[in-house]
Nanobody
Framework: QVQLVESGGGSVQPGGSLRLSCAAS????????MAWYRQAPGKEREVVAV???????NYADSVKGRFTISRDNAKNTMYLQMNSLKPEDTALYYC??????????????WGQGTQVTVSS
């Protein structure tokens, strides 16, 4: 059974930091591209950061220089370090896994999300 469990969300003041974690199980984590998405109230879900199976990273322009995505394949866990948080970063943050299973079928998995609120 595939599971993606996010944690680390919460409330923080502008300029503060949070570290999100995504614990994965039920699939070959090391061979999947992983990503963080977010969805603010009344807005569409958007990609925040992506890390490939080989470790290549990409970021949305809005978070470049402030957020860092990483993964630990030994722990089947992905992280998002968020610094210099702004009120516009307030959203529900989702973990995503994208790749192919052992018989070559493309799979896309989502976590349930963790809330990040940035407010003074």
């Amino acid at each position: 059974q595939v599971q993606l469990v996010e944690s680390g969300g919460g409330s923080v003041q502008p300029g503060g930091s949070l570290r999100l974690s995504c614990a994965a199980s039920g699939f070959t984590f090391s061979s999947y591209a992983m990503a963080w998405y977010r969805q603010a109230p009344g807005k569409e879900r958007e990609v925040v950061a992506v890390i490939s199976a080989s470790g290549t990273t990409n970021y949305a322009d809005s978070v470049k220089g402030r957020f860092t995505i990483s993964r630990d394949n030994a722990k089947n866990t992905m992280y998002l370090q968020m610094n210099s948080l702004k009120p516009e970063d307030t959203a529900l943050y989702y973990c995503n896994a994208n790749g192919y299973n052992w018989i070559g079928i493309k799979r896309n998995y989502w976590g349930q999300g963790t809330q990040v609120t940035v407010s003074s």
